[in-house]
């Protein structure tokens, strides 16, 4: 009997799983539209080089995705339950609430595993092959990252500013460049309108500038001259971040491997900001697929408690929860990385939090007792009418 029950719980909960993963995929899809359709109308860029972009960066947000919908299913499979009275009945025939936790925890335990697959192995993987990608488009559409009216640090030592961009005729309009390149020299470039080209061979963009002025500073010297242009061409080196994509080398802990983010870590002679990030990332490979099971306890007495008129109810309580370990471990992630305490705390507390908060749920709904928090003590309820009748006075 315990088998049937559990392999019954274990199947109700892949469908609400499956509809969750979709949703909040779709959902993601969404929010990168708006960008997806600007490449493929401003910029000409094949639908096909979109749908890969999407596809490798689907990893960074699976490891988010499963764990939440791990906790929508199981909350979603057990209101089911509830309303239909199938909680009443099995408890009516002897089983407890936590006789029936054991296929949750094995299903959360399957979510795991998938989370701890794609950190681990999909992340780095997805990575570097957005970022491949992206060398490939930027070396057949070089003026894709040159955003109007923003100033543009891609280059080194180099800040562009493009007033406008005419996509039709790849034309760039009312130039401003600060050049720090030379040591000695400080360059202004002024230019109505100017083209880039790409150099794949030698990896450097061409900036071709039109009818323009030049003014220098020489720092050393203590002199400034000015010069007038007809055609100016600047050469835009691309090594520092196209370059190291195709050789290869990662740039970013998430597209290291486990054993590279080990290295990292010990080799490091100092704890500075890259130290951080690779020991928080480690923390996070194994924190993220654990957050299945610490959330999975919250969702199921959610479930169990909340009777079909407080469906609305008990699903909102699971998204408030949710957004609570999010906002921790958010939180977690930029002092983590700032080095404002350890990285250990700021990845495992959300899931301390949220477990602890799991099995005081699961305790009271096995109890009978409700889910409400306890009341107010009575001198924090009349505390706000003594602040209103002091502000009276």
Not at 47 to 64: A, E, N, R
Request: with cysteine; glycine share 8%; charged share 15%.
């Amino acid at each position: 009997m315990n088998s049937i029950i559990q392999r019954y719980i274990f199947k109700e909960l892949l469908g609400p799983f499956g509809v969750g993963i979709a949703f909040f995929s779709f959902v993601f899809i969404m929010t990168q539209l708006p960008t997806m359709t600007n490449y493929i109308v401003n910029y000409k860029i094949g639908i096909l080089s979109v749908g890969l972009l999407l596809l490798y960066t689907m990893p960074f947000f699976l490891q988010f995705i499963i764990p939440m919908s791990v906790m929508i299913a199981v909350l979603l499979t057990f209101l089911r339950m509830s309303g239909d009275m199938e909680i009443v009945a099995l408890k009516a025939g002897g089983v407890s609430i936590y006789r029936l936790l054991t296929p949750v925890l094995a299903f959360a335990l399957v979510g795991a595993l998938m989370t701890a697959l794609i950190a681990v192995h999909g992340l780095p993987k997805g990575r570097q092959a957005t970022r491949q990608l992206i060398y490939d488009v930027a070396a057949a559409h070089v003026d894709l990252g040159l955003k109007p009216r923003q100033f543009i640090d891609t280059y080194a030592d180099v800040i562009i500013y493009i007033h406008e961009v005419d996509t039709s005729t790849k034309m760039l309009k009312h130039i401003f460049i600060e050049d720090w390149r030379s040591p000695e020299m400080t360059s202004t470039v002024v230019a109505p309108q100017g083209q880039l080209s790409f150099d794949p061979e030698r990896m450097v963009a061409i900036l071709r500038l039109f009818d323009g002025t030049i003014h220098q500073v020489n720092l050393t010297e203590g002199r400034a001259n000015d010069l007038v242009f007809e055609t100016y061409d600047i050469r835009l080196d691309m090594n520092r971040d196209l370059g190291a994509a195709a050789a290869g080398k990662p740039l970013h802990v998430e597209e290291m491997t486990m054993e590279q983010i080990r290295q990292a870590i010990d080799s490091a002679t100092e704890k500075d900001s890259r130290y951080y990030k690779a020991l928080l990332e480690w923390h996070k490979k194994f924190s993220l697929p654990a957050a299945c099971l610490a959330l999975a306890l919250i969702g199921m007495p959610l479930g169990v408690r909340a009777r079909t008129a407080k469906r609305a109810y008990g699903i909102g309580l699971g998204l408030g929860f949710f957004l609570l370990y999010y906002i921790m471990l958010s939180i977690g992630w930029v002092l983590g990385e700032a080095g404002v305490y350890p990285p250990v705390i700021g990845m495992w507390l959300p899931n301390i939090v949220s477990a602890g908060i799991g099995v005081v749920l699961l305790v009271r709904a096995a109890n009978e007792k409700p889910l409400a928090l306890p009341p107010l003590p009575s001198w924090l309820k009349r505390w706000p009418q003594r602040v209103l009748s002091g502000f009276k006075r």
